[in-house]
């Protein structure tokens, strides 16, 4: 059988693109949350509302990360941020809990999982 050039049968023939990466490039669009992942956001932005705990929030959507900032007081630094960073997926993961002191609290594929670390009473610890 004669090799007609193309390159059906071999395994390097393919590459896989991801075609709202390949969109988002292209037209230069930032990162932004979907609505399930902030639908899991405000669930737990809720509960610490409920709990008093929270009192503001602010969505930022740059270039190559979503972050979704939460305040006790809007005057303030953030308390803590949920940060989405596309790029990170197959390194560290796309997601991440930073808080306000900058220290990563979790990081992960999969938001849920991520958002675990509010299911424990973070509080300061004292020396």
Avoid: C
Avoid at 49 to 78: C, G, K, M, N, T
């Amino acid at each position: 059988m004669a090799d007609l050039g193309n390159a059906e049968g071999r395994e390097d023939s393919g590459n896989l693109v991801l075609l709202g990466e390949a969109r988002r490039a292209r037209l230069n669009l930032p990162v932004t949350f979907n609505r399930r992942e902030l639908d899991q956001i405000l669930r737990i932005y809720g509960q610490m509302v409920a709990a008093a705990e929270w009192r503001d929030y602010a969505i930022d959507h740059l270039q190559e990360r979503a972050v979704f900032s939460v305040f006790r007081r809007a005057s303030e630094v953030p308390l803590f941020q949920i940060v989405k960073t596309p790029k990170l997926a197959r390194k560290q993961g796309a997601y991440s809990v930073v808080a306000g002191t900058g220290a990563i609290l979790k990081r992960g594929n999969e938001l849920g999982r991520v958002l675990t670390v509010f299911d424990k009473k973070l509080r300061l610890v004292g020396t």
